[in-house]
């Protein structure tokens, strides 16, 4: 019989690992503690030093010898003091910036070239200068191509040099992720954004108006619909909607290359009347004067060139959304249109939500998945030897790691985005949620 309990500790598995660096890139997301602290706590219980490197890669990159790594400027050591009570704490212990060593990486045939590479050597050579055994990735989808970047440029190094195992843990409030289902942060950025929703259309109805309110959720539309359900939006419309009689195509030339260039766009006057159909069907099918109008930020990616003329990109390739406004430029449009088409006019209030919800406190789902995925990166590390893995959870918490090969392009080395089926249960929960139109 065995003496095996329930309530017995992890068995204690013998690794060479003594000791990991933890970094975290890109935007904040709730439950971001509970991520570091559940990492760093399972290495600690395991007798492993663990690093906090400080602020992303933004001073990893500038590592040399004559710049070496500062204690506590460009990193610190995570401890048991430091990790008291900070599961369900709000921000990033140890900070987060959008440096991105690999942006001159975009093909494997890059990685040959020692400019291209520079950034990453840099990051590669300040993790041997702390003597760590392995690295944790915390971040989006940019962070992921980095983390795959990091791995490969280690793949090519002469067969006796250092490896660094890189494990990468799945951040993003979009939820847009491919290989898991849920990120830590989605639900509580959800409720976070449907509270304000709440309060809009109580100010709506009580001043007979509308609000539309644009959201996070540059790529997908999972944020948008999850706060326009939760929230009781009157219509929430996201990149994915931009389909049909709502979708265009324009051809540009790249003023620096001459090359023509083609891409889908919205069709933005019927986009306009859409809303309006709404606001007008609530006005005489339900006797309702008001409503909250949710857009997904990304909506403006897919505005014509000429909406975005002097709008800067940054890094990644992304156009600065703040700078849009897309829900003012909407809220004038509708109005306009509304007007027009009633023969009277109806406040249309047009306004931002969102960095709001990326530092909430975590509710206890994020803090449980976040916990799992920190968890996630010592048994990848410790317990299954693993390198080059995006820790996943499914089901009832369930862990698994899926290969950084399974989620990157092999040959742009971009990863793919995880839309909104539109044919799919969640997306129709939306329609059926909201004011119905029929065209």
């Known amino acids: 019989m065995s003496d095996k309990s329930a309530l017995d500790s992890p068995h204690r598995t013998e690794t060479n690992i003594r000791r990991v660096a933890i970094l975290f890139a890109g935007g904040p997301a709730p439950a971001a503690n509970a991520v570091i602290s559940a990492a760093a706590t399972s290495f600690l219980r395991a007798d492993i030093q663990v690093f906090g490197i400080r602020n992303g890669y933004s001073n990893l990159v500038q590592y040399s010898e004559d710049r070496p790594l500062a204690f506590d400027k460009d990193y610190c050591v995570i401890d048991n003091r430091m990790l008291r009570r900070t599961r369900n704490s709000q921000g990033i212990m140890i900070g987060t ?5 690999g942006k001159h990486i975009s093909s494997p045939a890059h990685l040959e070239d020692p400019e291209r590479c520079q950034p990453l050597k840099s990051v590669y050579e300040a993790l041997c200068s702390l003597d760590v055994d392995a690295l944790i990735s915390i971040g989006g989808d940019d962070t992921l191509k980095t983390a795959n970047k990091m791995k490969m440029y280690q793949d ?6 250092r490896r660094i195992p890189v494990v990468h843990l799945p951040k993003t409030i979009d939820n847009d992720y491919s290989g898991i289902d849920f990120t830590f942060g989605y639900f509580t950025a959800v409720d976070t954004l449907a509270s304000e929703i709440r309060n809009l259309l109580a100010d709506a109805e009580s001043t007979n108006s509308y609000f539309l309110a644009e959201t996070m959720g540059r790529s997908a539309g999972w944020l948008a619909y999850g706060a326009g359900i939760a929230g009781e939006a009157s219509l929430t419309v996201s990149v994915e909607d931009i389909t049909g009689r709502y979708r265009d195509e324009e051809t540009t030339t790249n003023p620096e290359t001459g090359e023509q260039v083609t891409r889908p766009i919205m069709k933005v006057n019927a986009v306009v009347n859409r809303i309006v159909a709404t606001m007008r069907a609530r006005e005489e099918k339900e006797g309702k004067l008001y409503g909250v109008i949710v857009m997904a930020e990304g909506l403006a990616e897919y505005l014509p060139s000429k909406e975005l003329e002097g709008i800067a990109r940054d890094e990644h390739g992304h156009i ?3 700078k849009v406004d897309l829900g003012r430029m909407f809220a004038h449009l509708v109005a306009d249109e509304y007007e027009r088409q009633a023969g ?4 249309v209030t047009g306004l931002q939500l969102g960095y709001e919800s990326r530092c909430a406190r975590p509710n206890a789902f994020d803090v449980m998945l976040g916990s799992q995925l920190g968890v996630g990166a010592f048994r990848a590390l410790v317990e299954q030897g693993l390198n080059g893995v ?3 959870v499914t089901g009832q918490l369930d862990l698994n790691y899926v290969p950084f090969e399974n989620l990157v392009d092999p040959d742009t080395l971009v990863t793919n985005v995880r839309y909104v089926d539109p044919d799919c249960d969640f997306h129709k929960l939306i329609r059926f949620l909201e004011t119905h139109v029929h065209y």
Do not use: E, G, Q, Y
């Not at 910036?97 to 060593?101: D, L, T, V």
């Not at 090519?156 to 040099?161: E, F, I, Q, S």
């Not at 009277?344 to 406040?347: L, S």
């Open 97 to 101: 910036a959008r440096a991105n060593p």
């Open 156 to 161: 090519r190094l002469p067969t006796d040099a």
């Open 320 to 322: 600065n959304i703040a």
């Open 344 to 347: 009277h006019a109806r406040k």
């Open 390 to 392: 995006m820790v996943s």
